[in-house]
Every structure is written in C-alpha cells, then in structure tokens.
C-alpha cells in the first residue's frame, strides 16, 4: 500500500483543516489499520489518532481528544483526520501510517508505537498562527 496524506496548510488559531490519507496499490482498506502521526520542529515524532480495520476503535492522544476526530471511507481508500480548534502547538508534519491486519480487524496498538506500522506516506505540513 502507498499512502499520500494531503490537506495540510496555513490557519489562524481556533480554525479548522480535514488532513486526508489516500491509499493506492490496494483494491481496499478494510484489512488496514490506520494511525495519524505528526512531528514538530525539533520534536520526536508522535501519535495523534488511530483507527482500527473495523473502524470501530478509536485512539486519540490527550493532545488532540476532544478537537480531532479520525474517519475513514474503504470503499474510497481514504482516512481523514478532522482537526478543529486549532492550537500553534498542533504545527507539525502530519504523516499517515497503516498496518495490514488481516487477522484482526480490532488490532489496536499503543498510539506512540512507530514501529507498529510498515507503511508511511509523505506527509503534510500544518502551521498553526497565534
């Protein structure tokens, strides 16, 4: 699978952006695990929301809960990360990441685990203004 994430830009604080994580090579995301991870200037990278095969679980680091919502769309190959209320500390490169869990669709690793997932996108930069 190769992942692209997009919809990355400039906002003011307080503003909204809806990140996008298109999947290719595949005929479908229902086997894959997806996680959002972001890394700011300076900073290691770190886990931001993930979402199970099934879509029925749902991570999100303390960071985010309450203001990002992850979704996804199999059938488009596509998983979305709704950001609202925008803070300057959510500047960051956010990448997309998926793991292929054919076997269990509730597959749910610790959100800071990189090495859980083998497939990265290129990611998208998001900056936050005061």
């Known amino acids: 699978v190769q992942l692209q994430a997009f919809g990355g830009g400039l906002v003011r604080a307080e503003e909204s952006l809806r990140l996008s994580c298109t999947a290719s090579?595949?005929?479908?995301?229902?086997?894959?695990?997806i996680a959002w991870f972001r890394q700011a200037p300076g900073k290691e990278r770190e886990g931001v929301s993930f979402?199970?095969?099934?879509?029925?679980?749902?991570k999100y680091s303390d960071s985010v809960k309450g203001r990002f919502t992850i979704s996804r769309d199999n059938g488009k190959r596509e998983v979305y990360l709704q950001m609202d209320n925008l803070k300057p500390e959510d500047t960051a490169v956010y990448y997309c990441a998926a793991e292929w869990t054919p076997n269990s669709s509730t597959w749910s690793p610790d959100l800071q685990d990189t090495k859980a997932f083998r497939s990265w996108g290129q990611g998208t930069l998001v900056t936050v203004s005061s």
């Open positions: 979402i199970s095969a099934n879509g029925r679980i749902t």
């Open positions: 090579g595949v005929a479908g995301l229902d086997y894959y695990a």
